[in-house]
């Protein structure tokens, strides 16, 4: 069983042997109720800054962009991967982009090894949706599995929405490839994989919460014990912009409207409970809280 004596020791070990593989950064390793969680670098996505609420006043938009480091024309997401141990269980959320999406990308496995972490010891997988940089590491540059023992839970509205044959409608034609990709992905994964939906439990005290409009069937994930800890996928993408102005639309939302609802539903019960939060593309490692703040919030990066 991988508790959090290993993950700590691992952590431990990986900084004391000396610098870690590029694009890597040390694991963050906590416990949290009966579960240890582990957050691993998938390294970054490197994204034009125009994709981040270009439709909002620039007055408002821009000194939060020079307050985030954004000035330039491009700016690094970070990808942060959440592995929880459960039990007999080791559950990964999330596979990072894999080998065909961006060459700062797709450092997940390397970085689980640094950590002293065997992939092959992964046990079940559980998607938050269907973009490149969460599913396409599922598989390998010959599309076999590269964890093919697993078990992986995705959502049956993402599913529905990835396969059907308007899955391009509405996106723009620059992002056809990711329906491709996502496709291939969900086949290699057909035979190993089960449906779920808001309220499922994956293991005891995880279970599945709905968060849509980033995509059509987005997900986020719940632990249960002391506050409550949300692992939140896309749902909270930008330190600032995602906290103080939910209301603005990241080009990267397919239903911009619903985003906005769950942005500001999630945010009002993570403030109100004090919960943990874990975002993908927030500051590595992307844990922490949030508090209100004026008229909006603030997140609160973990200590």
């Known amino acids: 069983m991988l508790n959090r004596r290993t993950f700590l020791a691992a952590t431990a070990a990986s900084v004391a042997t000396g610098p870690l593989p590029a694009f890597a950064a040390a694991p963050y390793a906590f416990n949290h109720g009966a579960f240890n969680v582990m957050v691993v670098s998938d390294g970054h996505l490197v994204l ?6 270009p439709d909002a006043p620039p007055a ?5 962009l020079k307050a985030a480091g954004q000035t330039g024309e491009q700016y690094n997401s970070p990808t942060n991967v959440t592995l929880i141990a459960a039990g007999q269980d080791l559950i990964l959320v999330d596979m990072g982009s894999g080998d065909r999406f961006m ?11 640094a950590a002293g972490v065997d992939k092959g010891r992964i046990t079940k997988v559980i998607f938050t949706h269907g973009h490149p940089d969460h599913l396409w590491g599922a598989v390998d540059e010959l599309d076999e599995l590269m964890i093919p023992d697993a078990t ?3 959502a049956s509205a993402e599913w529905d929405f990835w396969t059907s044959e308007n899955a391009t409608r509405g ?7 990711f329906v491709t990709g996502a496709r291939r992905n969900y086949v290699a994964i057909k035979e190993r994989s089960r449906m779920v939906k808001a309220g499922d439990e994956i293991v005891a005290g995880l279970r599945v919460i709905d968060t849509p409009g980033h995509t059509q069937g987005h997900v986020s994930f719940e632990l249960t014990g002391g506050e409550g800890l949300v692992v939140g996928g896309d749902v909270l993408t930008h330190p600032l912009i995602s906290f103080q102005y939910p209301e603005w639309k990241p080009i990267a939302d397919h239903v911009p409207d619903q985003a906005i609802a769950t942005r500001r539903k999630l945010l009002d019960r993570l403030a109100s409970d004090r919960s943990k939060f874990i975002g993908f593309h927030l500051p590595y490692p992307g844990v922490g809280t949030v508090e209100r703040k004026d008229t909006a919030y603030r997140f609160v990066p973990a200590a």
């Not at 034009?48 to 609420?53: E, R, S």
């Not at 996106?171 to 490839?177: H, N, S, V």
């Open 103 to 113: 060459p700062t990308a797709g450092k997940l496995w390397e970085n689980l090894k």
């Open 171 to 177: 996106l723009p034609a620059e992002r056809a490839g």
């Open 152 to 154: 992986f839970f995705v």
């Open 48 to 53: 034009p800054t125009g994709f981040l609420a």
């Open 60 to 64: 408002e938009r821009e000194p939060l």
